[in-house]
């Protein structure tokens, strides 16, 4: 159980076009998703919490703008990364909280690596 | 600023050794402390650890939260090539649905 599919994987891009990454949930609803960026050798730096119906909550320094999340169901969060540059080449890895007793565990998606030439 | 620390950063030990991570963590109202284990990608989910002194066990995976003196250990014994990876701690808050994550400690397991 508590599984997150996280599509693409992998995408190349040139600068200035837009990309869109998905995530969602397999067998659990999750009203609350999470976005994070992952540096090499570095910890997960969370960019923005996604809420069910409701716009999302982003962390200081995160342009909402650049970052478009859209979480239009229980179990599917979307990041669109507009107008990609070089520097927004990054490891996202999206997870989702399932509810109920166990609240505050958070699973993981397998990522998505994001280069823009 | 809440603050999670983990050490060491890296360990590199052979096949069958015991091994010993140290997370502690700085939060103004402490909830929950959660361990993943990160290979190639997704961090998979071991621990979430909430009251101090009560170990959680998993196979040969074990871990244990001290809320007064504000850490947890990770302990894994006999060690196989399988448990290299990079391992993270997170706390979470009360009152906040984010959790803080450290920098992982990456644990290589040699042959």
């Known amino acids: 159980g508590a599984v997150v599919s996280q599509h693409p994987s992998w995408v190349i891009c040139k600068s200035g076009t837009s990309v869109k990454i998905e995530c969602r949930s397999l067998?659990?609803?999750?009203?609350?998703m999470f976005w994070y960026r992952q540096f090499p050798k570095q910890s997960l730096m969370l960019m923005a919490t996604?809420?069910?119906?409701?716009?999302?909550?982003?962390e200081q320094g995160v342009e909402k703008d650049k970052f478009l999340i859209n979480h239009a169901s229980l179990t599917l969060s979307t990041l669109t990364v507009t107008s990609a540059h070089p520097e927004d080449s990054s490891f996202y890895i999206c997870?989702?909280?399932?509810?109920?007793?166990?609240?505050?565990?958070?699973?993981f998606g397998a990522g998505t690596r994001l280069s823009v030439l | 600023e809440d603050k999670v620390v983990q050490s060491p950063l890296s360990l590199v030990v052979h096949e069958g050794d015991t091994v010993t991570l140290n997370c502690s963590y700085e939060v103004t109202n402490f909830r929950s402390l959660l361990w993943y284990k990160q290979e190639k990608k997704a961090p998979t989910f071991l621990f979430m650890l909430?009251?101090?002194?009560i170990e959680k066990k998993s196979g040969r995976l074990s871990s244990i939260l001290d809320k007064k003196e504000l850490f947890s250990i990770l302990n894994i014994t006999a060690t196989q090539t399988g448990d290299s990876a990079v391992y993270l701690c997170?706390?979470?808050?009360?009152?906040?649905?984010?959790?803080?994550f450290g920098k992982g400690t990456k644990l290589t397991v040699n042959p």
């Open positions: 997870s989702a909280r399932e509810g109920g007793r166990a609240k505050n565990i958070q699973y």
């Open positions: 997170a706390v979470g808050e009360g009152g906040s649905e984010k959790l803080v």
């Open positions: 067998d659990f609803q999750a009203t609350t």
């Open positions: 996604s809420n069910e119906g409701s716009k999302a909550t982003y």
């Open positions: 909430t009251s101090s002194g």
